[in-house]
Every structure is written in C-alpha cells, then in structure tokens.
Nanobody, 120 residues
Framework: QVQYVESGGGMVQPGGSLRLSCSASGFPFANYAITWYRQAPGQERELVAVISRAGDNFVYHDAVKGRFIMSRDSAINTVYLQMNNLKPEDTARYYC?????????????WGQGTQVTVSS
C-alpha cells in the first residue's frame, strides 16, 4: 500500500535552514510528480512545491520561491525539500504526496508529516 515517511523537521531560528526528506513506497515512484504540502494550526493544508517525474520542472508557492528547493532521487524513492532563510510563517507540519489524478483514491493517503517550527 502507499506509504510516506517524512523526516528532517525540527525547531530553528528565523533565517535558519532545514532539509526535509520523504521516503515513499507502494507505487511506481518514478512515474509520478511528487508534492510537498504544509498545514499550520487552524489553517488548511496548502501546496508548497511540486517536482516533475523527471525532476526537471518545479512549481513553488509564491511564499517560498527563492528560499525552498525541491529535489528527488527516484533510485531510492525519496524527495527532499531544502528550506533556507526560514521565517516564522513557515511553521507548519510538512507532508509529501504523489500528484495523483483527482479520481484516484490513493490521493487520500497521507503520511504522519514532519513538524517545522521557526521561532526565536
């Protein structure tokens, strides 16, 4: 079955950096674009970044452009999110997920996420 294991979160001061990792299993990883989402307390989950199947095209939320970099290693079914110049508003739980078609029920599966807290 589809599974995601996110890691790398933590507490960091404003201006600091973190590198998140997500290991996925249960589907042909190389065949799918992969996404990072985040959810802050009391807010809806929002899309942060997308990487194409080949890893050569990207989409980033305006709030993270120029600060976050997404990458993937399809040989080990893993994606990364390098987060630089972190801001308090980046505080959230971060999740990865394949970019399933809307009709695919596997789109309802999420991992446990990894918590990022940016605070002085």
């Amino acid at each position: 079955q589809v599974q995601y294991v996110e890691s790398g979160g933590g507490m960091v001061q404003p201006g600091g950096s973190l590198r998140l990792s997500c290991s996925a299993s249960g589907f042909p990883f190389a065949n799918y674009a992969i996404t990072w989402y985040r959810q802050a307390p009391g807010q809806e989950r929002e899309l942060v970044a997308v990487i194409s199947r080949a890893g050569d095209n990207f989409v980033y939320h305006d709030a993270v452009k120029g600060r976050f970099i997404m990458s993937r290693d399809s040989a080990i079914n893993t994606v990364y999110l390098q987060m630089n110049n972190l801001k308090p508003e980046d505080t959230a739980r971060y999740y990865c997920k394949a970019a399933w078609p809307k009709s695919d029920i596997r789109g309802n599966i999420w991992g446990q996420g990894t918590q990022v807290t940016v605070s002085s």
